[in-house]
Each structure stands twice: as C-alpha cells, then as structure tokens.
C-alpha cells in the first residue's frame, strides 16, 4: 500500500551537502525528515570552520554547475551572499611561479637555459622514441610532454596527492581524468563559430567561479537553518551507528546518542563502507569483504595565521617542490575578503594528503603546525616568526580511491544493497564517486523525486562519460568549457537541454564531416554526369535549337566521336561516365584528405588544451 506525503519520515545519514539537500528538497514537498550528522558541525567536507574568525574550507571550494535546479537552490538560500571570484592558481616550484593550466612556453623560460634544453630535448626524444607499451601514469605522461617536465610538473604532486608512485598507477587512469576530450565539440565549435556573447560566458566561466561571501559552510549551515524552520529536524554529534534492516527494507536507526528511530525512506551519504558494517543483522561475508576493497585518501588542512598582508595573489597554488611534503596551499582572503577578520593578517591552509593509518594523520597538532610553519619559511612565504598562530583540521575520507579493486568491489555492494527497496545512496562517499558538490546535490533531488514516485537511476549521475559528452555537445560549449564541465554532473532526461535543435544540427555537422567513399562518390558522379549529357543528347536530336546544338558539339573536341545523334547520346554519355568517375573519385579523395587534416589539428589542439588542465583532475 503506498504511503501518503503525511505518513512518510525519511531518516537522512550525513548532514553534508548531500544529506542536507534532501532534507531541503523534502521540506519542499511537504515531507517530514531527520537528519544524522556525526560531527559537530554540518556541511561535511564542503564545511567552513571557523579559528578565531578566520574561516577557511577543506580544500577551497568553488561553486560551478550547469545544473539548473542545483544553481536554483544556491541562489535561492544565499540570495546575494554569492560572490563571483577570479581564479588564480599558479605552480610553485623551486620559488618560482608557473602558470597554471600549464603553458610549455612559460615552463621552459622559467626554468632556465640548461633546463630548457633537457626539457625539449627529452620532449623529442619522446616524441621519436615513445614508451610502448604505455602502461603506467608516468609513460602517459612522458610520451606527451617528455621525461624532464613529467619529472617535474607532474610526478612530485601526483604522488603527493595519491601516495603512489606515478610508476603503479595506470595510464588507463591518466586517460580517464582528461576524457574531457570531445573532438567533436571542438569541430563543431570552429563550425558554428561562437557569437560574441556566448564566447564571454565561457570565458568568464573558465577564469572565474562563485562562492559564498563566508565559505561553503554558509550555504550549509543556512540550509540547516531553512530546513529547521520546516519539517525536519538536523541532530548533529549524533553518528549513526546501527541501521536495522529486515526483509529488503531498513527500519530503524540507532545513532550515538542513544536513540532509535524509525522511518518510511532511508537515504544515506555516509561512505559505503560504513554503511555496510553498520547494517544489523550482519550482511553476507562476501559482501563485507567486497566494502572492505573501497579505500579513500584522506586528507589534512593546517590553516596558519601571518601577520602579512599579502602573501601571493592566487586562490591557491599546487607545490610540486619535493623538498616539502606539502601539495597545495590555500589563501583563503584571496577566495574572499570575508574569510579574514583583519585584512592586514593572512591566513594559508597548507594542505596534507595521507591515509589515515600513517605516521602523518597521528602526528599531534602541536608537531603538524611546527612542521607547516618550518615548510612555509623553506618555501619563502614567510619567516616562522610572521607565524602567529594556527589550528589543524582532519579530513577523513576526502577522495574515494579508483583503484584496480573498487569497480568490481563496488559492484558487488551496489547489487547487495539494491534489494533493500527503501534504501538510496546519494553524494561522494555515499556512492563511492568523484562527486562535486553539485554532483552529490542532484543525487539527492533525484532521490528524493524518486520518494515521490519517480524512477531515477542515481547511479547514472556524473557516470557515463558518453553520454556526458553528448549533452556538453548538445550545450555548444567550448572545449575550453568541456574541461570544467567534465567534472560537472550529467543531467538525467529531466533537464536535457536545446535536445531538438542540436540534434539536428549534431546531425547535419556528422553528415558534413563523415568519409566520403570514394568508389560510390565517383560512380554517382559519373552516372550523373552520363545522364545530363546522355539526355541533354537526345533533347536536342529531337527538338534542338541551333545555337545551343552548336555549343553542345563543342564537347566534341574532348569526346572524339560525338555529334547530336543517338549514337553521340551514348558515346557523349560513356566519357561523361568515366570523367565524371574519374572527378567524382579525386574530389572525395582530396575532401577526405583535407577532412583528415582539419580532424588532427582539431585533436592536437584538444589533446594540448586537456592536457594543460590535468591537475584540477588529479
Ligand atoms: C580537497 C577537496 C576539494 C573540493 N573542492 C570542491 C570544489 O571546488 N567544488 C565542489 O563543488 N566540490 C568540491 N569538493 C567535493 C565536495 O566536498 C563534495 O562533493 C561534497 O562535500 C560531498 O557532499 P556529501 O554530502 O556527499 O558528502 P560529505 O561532504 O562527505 O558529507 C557526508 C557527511 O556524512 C557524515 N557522516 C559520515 N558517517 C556518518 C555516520 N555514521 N552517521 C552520521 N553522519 C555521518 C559526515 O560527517 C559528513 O558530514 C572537494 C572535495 C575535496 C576533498
């Protein structure tokens, strides 16, 4: 029997984005909900902490979507409290600043003569002598940019990042994280060549993002208010820590504070492999193990407050510098001039990448401070004695690990858990993705429209990069914009956008750029052509004007034994035939060659663009 709005409860886990879009998109709806939040704090990992007045994210946090609902909700809860930001992120190595998305021209003046030399020696050495097979990070890598840069700009950080050398990680992965590629856009794009306006958008949108006047954690919190103020109710240091389920349906949770509540509907964006351990009674041992498989990075801000006004003008900077282990360093004013309480202080967030189980997450805060304070003076920022003060937040499970394991470990928990009917997954570890916030957001929309009675696949949100691809094509963006929309949500059928329009034009622009065959191109070519000279004959046998039948016996010097005459109709038409075979079979063999150049200048310049962009996927 189904349940009327009324009746329903829907128990949330996790009072992060995720867990807390459902509650506001609920409210909406007229649907009563709980919320259980661990910590103290809402937001999750889009949280904004607060030191003394000085704010700052876990890892900064730019507001981007081409979602429409999503940017509906965001505008909506913060009103005019948005401010839309420059981007500025540069590479920091050896003291020296590079720009960022990656420039070789900037790379090479940067580093001097002698480096520059080795650099665009091993780049032809690649070039000439590529790695095959091309198995790991660090080949894909090298093949395209030579070994001296790979060493340089990319080995240091991604292993900062991952905890792996670049020699185990597969160069499948390294090809995945820039299949923003669509050649196709970019054909299109120089077709229907951008007006004037669009272009601006683009640009703007690729320079520049919006974020709340106080941090993400604003829109959180402000959400929690909303949704307080209707029909749900957020318990925050209250963990979930059993989840009671019975014939494939869940029907109580019993959270850290004692309490067991039930509910009609279950959503949960608490990381998976909680979930599954927390399930009572106990699920199958297969299906444990398989949880066991999807491991995370996590992840470690030591925010430090300097008695510097300025200390570099970008949003945050990546250091590849293998002298220090920090990756990458905040400056959280220059996200927003809110985020500090006295303009003439700066506050930096040195960011550590770790697992949980190393020496690096148990060190004591007292120990982790000293060692960013000594970091920050080998760098140049500052001298330890500008460092005023600082605090340490720790992130756990901060990115769901892709490893070779977790497709099919996850797989196996997705199958388990689909027999549980009133149970969905939503957001980042949640569903174990790379999600965005906006991606983690629209899994709960849909979740909650499916409450409602639709059927949405959530699992289809930021999943096939095919289909994906399509509707950026379907937007005409750029492929400057496919780069940042690669790591934006795809919008199930609900929100297809221009679909008709496009597909028409999707359509006429795959027709103009196919191969021509060459065989079947010049033979209709040629019978066109016999059939005009062979018919244009015959008029004139039966009914010709004499200007025109002596025009018409002009052929006759390339087409020896023709004259106006039935017999001249079939020998007129036989050479029209083979000419126009012959024209017909060089025109599409010259079309095809051109199309194929037009095609690989279009790639290269995609493959250098993407490449450019490839921190912001690592
Ligand atoms: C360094 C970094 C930078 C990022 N930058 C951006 C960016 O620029 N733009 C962007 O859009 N996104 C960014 N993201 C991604 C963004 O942080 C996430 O997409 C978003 O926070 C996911 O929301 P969520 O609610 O799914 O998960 P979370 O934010 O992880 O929230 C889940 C919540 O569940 C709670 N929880 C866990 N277990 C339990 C339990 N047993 N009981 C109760 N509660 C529990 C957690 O405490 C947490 O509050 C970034 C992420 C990282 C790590």
Redesign the pocket.
């Known amino acids: 029997m189904e349940t009327s709005k009324q009746d329903k409860k829907v128990i949330i886990?996790?009072?992060?984005?995720?867990?807390?879009t459902a509650a506001y998109e609920l409210n909406k709806h007229g649907i009563r909900s709980e919320v259980?939040?661990?910590?103290d704090i809402?937001?999750?990992?889009?949280?904004t902490v607060n030191y003394k007045g000085y704010r700052f994210?876990?890892?900064?946090?730019?507001?981007?979507t081409k979602v429409k609902v999503v940017q509906d909700m965001w505008d909506e809860v913060l009103e005019n409290e948005f401010l839309l930001r420059d981007r500025l992120s540069r590479i920091y190595y050896k003291r020296k600043f590079f720009s960022y998305p990656f420039e070789v021209k900037n790379a090479v003046f940067g580093l001097g003569i002698f480096n520059s030399m080795t650099i665009v020696l091993s780049y032809l050495k690649a070039q000439i002598f590529p790695i095959k097979p091309e198995n790991t990070f660090e080949h894909w890598i090298t093949n395209r940019f030579g070994y001296r840069l790979y060493k340089i700009f990319f080995k240091t950080y991604t292993e900062k990042v991952w905890g792996i050398p670049c020699s185990q990680i597969s160069s499948e992965w390294a090809a995945q994280r820039i299949r923003g590629l669509s050649l196709f856009s970019a054909l299109k794009n120089a077709l229907l060549k951008q007006p004037a306006a669009n272009k601006d958008v683009i640009k703007t949108l690729i320079n520049s993002?919006h974020y709340p006047k106080l941090g993400?954690g604003m829109m959180w919190e402000k959400v929690r208010e909303l949704v307080e103020q209707g029909l749900s109710t957020v318990h925050i240091n209250?963990?979930?820590?059993k989840i009671y389920w019975e014939d494939g349906k869940i029907v109580s949770i019993f959270?850290g504070n004692k309490q067991s509540v039930q509910g009609t509907d279950f959503i949960s964006?608490?990381?998976i492999r909680?979930l599954i351990a927390?399930l009572d009674p106990a699920v199958p041992k297969e299906i444990i193990e398989a949880s066991k498989k999807l491991n995370y990075r996590d992840?470690i801000t030591v925010a430090l407050i300097i008695d510097k006004k300025d200390i570099f003008k970008d949003n945050w900077i990546y250091i590849h510098d293998p002298a220090v282990n920090v990756g990458r360093i905040q400056n959280f004013k220059n996200w927003s001039p809110f985020m500090v309480p006295d303009p003439k202080k700066t506050c930096l967030g040195l960011?550590y990448f770790c697992f949980e189980d190393d020496n690096f997450w148990s060190m004591s805060d007292e120990k982790l401070i000293e060692l960013a304070k000594e970091e920050l003076q080998v760098l140049g920022f500052a001298t330890k004695s500008q460092i005023i003060d600082g605090t340490v937040v720790r992130?756990p499970?901060?990115?769901p690990v892709y490893d070779d394991e977790y497709k099919a470990a996850l797989n196996t928990v997705k199958g388990f858990l689909a027999n549980i009917s009133n149970l969905q997954l939503?957001?980042?570890?949640?569903m174990h993705k790379y999600?965005?916030?906006?991606?983690?957001m629209l899994t709960s929309i849909l979740a909650v429209r499916n409450i409602l009675g639709a059927n949405y696949e959530l699992w289809n949100v930021n999943a096939d990069q095919d289909y994906h691809e399509e509707i950026k094509d379907r937007e005409l963006v750029s492929s400057e914009l496919s780069q940042i929309s690669y790591t934006q949500p795809m919008t199930p059928g609900e929100f297809p956008m221009h679909k008709s329009k496009d597909s028409l034009i999707d359509k006429a622009i795959i027709r103009a750029f196919s191969r021509l065959d060459k065989f079947a191109f010049a033979t209709a070519v040629g019978i066109a052509s016999f059939l005009f000279v062979f018919s244009a004959t015959l008029f004139l046998v039966i009914k010709g004007s004499p200007e025109i039948v002596n025009s018409m016996l002009l052929l006759n010097n390339y087409f020896i034994g023709y004259d106006i005459s039935i017999k001249g109709a079939f020998i007129g038409g036989g050479y029209s035939l083979l000419w126009g075979f012959i024209f017909g079979w060089l025109f599409a063999y010259i079309r095809n060659l051109s199309l194929g150049f037009v095609i690989y200048r279009e790639k290269r310049k995609l493959q250098a663009q993407s490449l450019k962009d490839l921190l912001d996927y690592l």
Do not use: T
């Not at 259980?36 to 910590?39: G, L, P, S, W």
């Not at 209250?238 to 820590?241: E, R």
């Not at 999600?435 to 983690?440: E, I, K, P, V």
């Open positions: 886990i996790g009072g992060g984005p995720a867990g807390l259980f939040e661990k910590d809402v937001g999750g990992i889009s949280r994210d876990i890892g900064g946090h730019r507001f981007f993002f993400p209250s963990g979930v820590d959270s964006s608490m990381p909680e927390k992840f960011e992130m499970k901060a990115y939503v957001g980042r570890n949640g999600n965005n916030q906006d991606h983690s």
